[in-house]
């Protein structure tokens, strides 16, 4: 059995992935503090869900996915690279990260529900 954790959803991702929700705290700065299920699946959605409209940089990923810790954020990312959810890009100084058409199937996977 899975056991709940306690992490920041973005709100907009709140609303759309209701069901990892067990119960919500205090909404701060775009985010709702949230007892959640499944956690892994859900920090996956919360990146693919980011990049689903624009490509970003590491940084503005980081900063939206409201994935807290850094080493998970990256342990996170390197994932979705790995198995073609995400591509990489390198854009002068600056990575920049696009969802690929299997990462849009990954996110239409959980998204459909409410469709």
């Known amino acids: 059995m899975m056991r709940a954790r306690l992490t920041y959803v973005p709100l907009e991702v709140a609303e759309q992935f209701e069901d990892f929700i067990i119960k919500r705290d205090e909404e701060i700065l775009g ?3 949230a007892r959640t299920r499944d ?3 859900l920090s996956l959605l919360k990146l693919l ?3 689903r409209g624009n490509p970003m940089t590491f940084s503005e990923l980081y900063s939206k996915s409201k994935i807290r810790m850094k080493k998970s954020f990256l342990n ?5 690279v790995d198995y073609n959810f ?3 890009e390198a ?3 600056n990575m920049i990260y696009t969802i690929t058409d299997k990462g849009h199937t990954m996110l239409g996977l959980f998204m459909q529900k409410n469709n």
């Open 31 to 33: 985010a709702v503090k």
């Open 39 to 41: 956690y892994s699946t």
């Open 49 to 51: 869900y980011q990049l």
């Open 76 to 80: 996170y990312l390197h994932l979705c």
């Open 86 to 88: 995400v591509k990489k």
């Open 91 to 93: 854009v002068g100084s």
